[in-house]
Nanobody, 123 residues
Framework: QVQLVESGGGLVQAGGSLRLSCAVSGRTVGDLSMGWFRQAPGKQRDYLTAINSAGSTIYRDSVKGRFTISRDNAKNTVYLQMNNLKPEDTAVYYC?????????????????WGQGTQVTVSS
């Protein structure tokens, strides 16, 4: 059973940066496809970025060039580096895992989720 624990959220001013971490246990992160999603109050959960087992990545257009997903196999952890944050990035951020080598942008394709970490960007 894959377990995910996110950390690194917080309050930041617009234009600032945060790095979210997702610690993975139960499986080797390099064998998984991982995704980051976010959900703002009253809105659906949106995909942001994903990385497959081979290390290929994909990004939502609105975060391309600002957010970077990466993976540290030695620490069994996936990261989301977020730069030039905007107030509209305020949301609860979730990491997710699927036990297949191919990433997906659909939340229903992921079978393990973290508890979420709040990111608040002030203007």
């Amino acid at each position: 059973q894959v377990q995910l624990v996110e950390s690194g959220g917080g309050l930041v001013q617009a234009g600032g940066s945060l790095r979210l971490s997702c610690a993975v246990s139960g499986r080797t992160v390099g064998d998984l496809s991982m995704g980051w999603f976010r959900q703002a109050p009253g809105k659906q959960r949106d995909y942001l970025t994903a990385i497959n087992s081979a290390g290929s990545t994909i990004y939502r257009d609105s975060v391309k060039g600002r957010f970077t997903i990466s993976r540290d196999n030695a620490k069994n952890t996936v990261y989301l580096q977020m730069n030039n944050l905007k107030p509209e990035d305020t949301a609860v951020y979730y990491c997710a895992a699927r036990s297949l080598p191919f990433y997906s942008i659909r939340s229903q394709d992921y079978n393990s989720w973290g508890q979420g970490t709040q990111v608040t960007v002030s203007s």
